[in-house]
């Protein structure tokens, strides 16, 4: 029987391209420490991505970037609004904090995982920025895509950029995964950050099959060179750097990325199509990228288990559980027909 690994998309393998790439690169000698070729044609690849001149720095893990870039973004007695439910709240152990010791993060809420301009206004207008007793809100955090599935419209960034930069923050996206989002709404990386109002995107590429490749994108390169002390201080300065700069180049060549996002996308629409004809189970969010979130009673989760398959699961609503699935590039139709086969058989 085939066990479906829909856990997470960080879960997955690496893709062949990245691999062969990695391959070739690990049979030839390179300077170290962001000097090689890959790392230094970074800048010039991703400024033709975005369509303007940007400053990419790559590190080996989604928390270092968001830790870094928020460290350089914000001052010790800054906050950093967020989503209630954003990772950098949730799931990286306190690291924008650690990195920049002082600065708080400060939830707000959401709905599906999306902040509103009018909520972010309202929190803003209400904070007193006059007083020395209390910490200055100095920048928002947007997460694309949030940790509920859903995306953040064209519109809703550039309104959210507009409430910020009207009380002076800057903005960070953690695009984990960015590719998710550009793929499923055939919008241009640049629309989607810097042309409203995104000064930093952290630039996923790991849940998008890379091995550990992510890169934070400054769109104002005026400000790298405090970014890469920062990097090294703090041990984010790889010796041999120049195999996350291969991943992440690879990535990006020949639209790789896309096509890895919108497989993963596709086939997380099709798990949706197919537990919507089962009974017991309701979809709670919009699947608008890869991931599924679905209500389900305790022996489907039971049955769930039994058979090996990867997901999350958490209290939803007193007897059902909420499970949260993702697909990903390698996911295949027989992931999501075997996991369709175990919940359809108890429901």
Known sequence: MIKANLRSDNNAGVCPEILEAMIAEAHRKGDSYGRDSHSTELNRAFSELFEREVQVIPVASGTAANALALRMMAPSYGMVLCSDVA??????????????????????????????????????????????????????????????????????IASLCASAKAHNLSIHMDGARFANAVSALDESPADLTWRQGVDVLCFGATKNGAMYAEAIILFRPDSSVEYELFAKQSGHVLSKRRFISVQLLTMIQDGLWLKNGKTANAKAALLATRLESCSNVKIVYPVQANEVFFSAPPDIIDKLNRDGHGFQARPFDGRNKLVRTVAAFDTTEADIEAFVCSVASES
């Open 87 to 156: 990772h950098i709240g949730t799931d990286e152990a306190g690291a924008p904090e650690f990195f920049n010791a002082g600065c708080k993060l400060a939830p707000l809420p959401s709905v599906m995982g999306k902040l509103t301009s009018a909520t972010v206004t309202s929190y803003l207008e209400m904070s007193d920025v006059t007083s020395i007793n209390r910490s200055r809100p100095s920048v928002l955090s947007l997460t694309e895509v949030t940790e509920r599935g859903t995306i953040y419209t064209v519109d809703e």
